[in-house]
């Protein structure tokens, strides 16, 4: 290779020297160092500037690095990871860090090793990008299968100067079919002088195939609290002036990356303008809405006052906040009432402490399944706000829809007024009166002074006028009513594919059976709604029936058969004429509906004996089997009857 010329001399024969504010194609310009004393400052991102250089400075990340660790010190080095995990948890920055710990290489140590430090001499150019055998590929935009053959073609040669050849391929996921094919072979069995590091987003879209033949770590994504005390210590490093409560929205609206966490305190650092950065400058600069007003308005929603909360929701959308964004503040304030309600007196509040003394009052005010219930309606509107037209609008439709909810009668309730009698007794009566109601309503207040509740009254009309509507408190019930409205299909698929865990009136729990349809909870969901009139919650979980409904009815065919078949009069009759096979077993008694409940059959009637090949051979007797009888006798065949016919 030609050596670079030196620089012209100038008319007095002194060299003239290249331009201080031009960067070099070999890397030596201003912004690598080599300009002058004039040379401008090039401003690095806190991103870039804090990214992790050694193991030790992964926040969150314990118990993958410890999992290195001894693998490293036991020689137990895997061939390929699998990286996953949010976005700005430091995938990319592991997967580097990983790379030079293969190829660590100092004047003392000569093997892999977590320990970073000092930097060996591979490190640099390794976490520049820049070394000859860690080669990053993008799958984003290298999706093809030329593209992986190129890059497999290449594993065959040995590394250039370093330990490993480490092939980084980012956002794996995104890679065809047919490039993941190509993969499988060297990726089972690569040379021994390969490594493969994947990151992903998206886990679920990678081959199970390919995530067999890797070890796996979920990096974490940060906690707020993590997060806000990792954004304190870069603040102090860089000088900055940013109060723990700025910081505190700053990592909740990072939503756990430590990367956007970065980003946003970059822009609001900048907000300052070299002063200290207010917890108002930040929300103004997010969109978001002051978390004490969002308790106002959750306050006046839950509490029914329609006019209160809307004019609530409309002057901090007014002010600024996004829609979206205060749908989900409500839902986190929410997710908070139900946290304070499980953990009683240990629940603490990571926040100011009126916001904790508020939250813990409101869940006094609310029951668990008001407060799931109202969680349901704002993430339906948060999902409303995201496709709506005018997002604002849709957001004080969601307010109003919570303020309605609370004329409701808690869930808990609502299942006790199914079962109440005619004469009221149990109705419900909402907690919480509203003064202010008595005003604009006197007769309201009349009728209580004299003793009688207008909550009660309401409650009883109701029951008056919805007694048409179906209980649906059991699974007998809904089948019933689903035979009654001729809903086939419907009862089909939940004959089929529902193994019933928990039903009663308002929620409705299964474990789906294999093959079941994908969108099947939203289609009982809605139908028990429209049938009841009520709002159901309606939950796959894992600890349902072991059998769906059509499962059982099969087991139980199975099992009538073969307990027809050994009785000692059938079997005689099948040995009489070979070949000859029970065609039916029938138990009157027994319906379907009765599968659900899990009640036994107690008789059974074995229709016909089917001769196997002659028709001139004669049919069987049909012979009646009493099982309530065989039970009473114990181990002992009860003596069929015979029907001369």
């Not at 205060?326 to 304030?333: H, N, P, V, Y």
């Not at 029938?586 to 001769?611: F, K, N, R, S, Y």
């Amino acid at each position: 290779m030609a050596s670079r010329k030196p620089p012209p001399a100038s008319e007095d024969g002194a060299a003239e020297l290249p331009d201080d504010r031009t960067a070099s194609m070999f890397g030596d310009g201003p912004e690598a160092g080599g300009g002058g004393a004039s040379s401008p400052a090039v401003y690095q991102v806190l991103a870039r500037k804090y990214r992790p250089r050694t193991f030790e400075d992964l926040v969150g990340q314990e118990g993958m690095v410890r999992t290195l660790t001894n693998a490293f010190r036991t020689g137990r080095i895997a061939h390929a990871f699998m990286l996953t995990g949010v976005r700005g948890v430091g995938k990319t920055t592991t997967a580097r860090l990983l790379a030079r710990a293969l190829n660590y290489e100092t004047a003392e140590v000569h093997a892999p090793s977590i320990r970073l430090d000092p930097p060996g001499v591979h490190c640099a150019a390794i976490m520049a990008s820049t070394h000859p055998d860690v080669l990053e590929l993008d799958a984003a935009s290298r999706t093809g299968v030329a593209d992986m053959r190129d890059l497999l073609d290449g594993s065959r040669y040995a590394p250039v100067s370093a330990r490993y050849k480490v092939y980084i391929i980012d956002e794996v996921h995104m890679l065809s079919t047919a490039a993941f094919n190509a993969l499988l072979k060297t990726l089972e069995e690569p040379p021994p002088h390969v490594k493969f590091i994947f990151a992903t987003t998206e886990i679920r879209k990678v081959p199970v195939t390919v995530l067999s033949r890797c070890q796996r770590f979920n990096l974490q994504r940060f906690s707020s609290e993590a997060l806000t005390q990792h954004l304190e210590r870069i603040c102090a490093k860089e000088g900055a002036r940013v109060p723990h409560e700025a910081l505190a929205l700053i990592a909740r609206a990072a939503e756990g990356s430590a990367r956007d966490g970065l980003s946003i305190l970059d822009q609001a650092i900048v907000q300052g303008e070299g002063g200290e950065v207010s917890a108002e400058t930040v929300r103004d600069m997010l969109g978001l809405a002051d978390r004490s007003r969002v308790l106002d308005l959750l306050e006046r929603a839950v509490a029914g006052e329609h006019r209160a909360a809307l004019e609530e929701a409309a002057a901090l959308l007014d002010a600024g906040a996004d829609a979206p964004v205060l749908i989900k503040d409500l839902m986190d304030a929410v997710v908070e009432v139900s946290r304070a309600q499980a953990l009683k007196e240990t629940y603490r509040f990571a926040g100011p402490a009126d916001w904790g003394a508020r939250t813990l009052a409101m869940a006094g005010k609310l029951s668990p399944a008001q407060s799931a219930r109202i969680w349901r309606i704002l993430l339906q509107g948060f999902e409303d706000c995201a496709r709506a037209p005018d997002p604002p609008a849709a957001a004080q439709m969601v307010v109003l829809r919570v303020a309605a909810a609370a004329a409701l009668p808690p869930p808990e309730e609502a299942v006790r007024l199914a079962g109440a009698g005619a004469d009221g007794a149990g109705a419900w009566v909402k907690p919480h009166h509203r003064p202010e109601q008595d005003r604009a309503d006197p007769g309201r207040a009349k009728v209580e002074d004299a003793g009688v509740s207008p909550g009660r009254e309401m409650a009883n009309a109701s029951h008056e006028a919805d007694s048409h509507q179906p209980r649906l408190a059991s699974m007998r019930d809904i089948m019933a009513e689903l035979d009654r409205q001729r809903q086939i299909d419907l009862r089909y698929e939940i004959e089929q594919f529902v193994r019933p865990a928990e039903v009663d009136f308002g929620h409705f729990r299964y474990t789906a059976a294999p093959g079941a349809p994908a969108d099947l909870a939203l289609k009982i969901r809605r139908w028990l709604e429209h049938a009841s009139g009520v709002e159901w919650e309606v939950l796959q979980s894992g600890d349902g029936a072991p059998e769906s409904v059509a499962e059982k009815r099969a087991r139980l065919k199975t099992e009538r058969h073969s307990a027809a078949e050994a009785h000692p009069r059938i079997r005689e009759a099948l040995r009489v004429f070979p070949g000859s096979r029970v065609l039916k077993v029938d138990d009157p008694e027994t319906a379907d509906i009765d599968l659900i409940e899990e009640q036994a059959a107690t008789t059974l009637t074995v229709q016909g004996v089917e001769p196997a090949d002659d028709p001139s051979q004669p049919v069987g007797n049909v012979v009646h089997v009493d099982f309530a009888a065989h039970r009473g006798a114990g181990d002992a065949h009860p003596e069929p009857e015979e029907d001369d016919e």
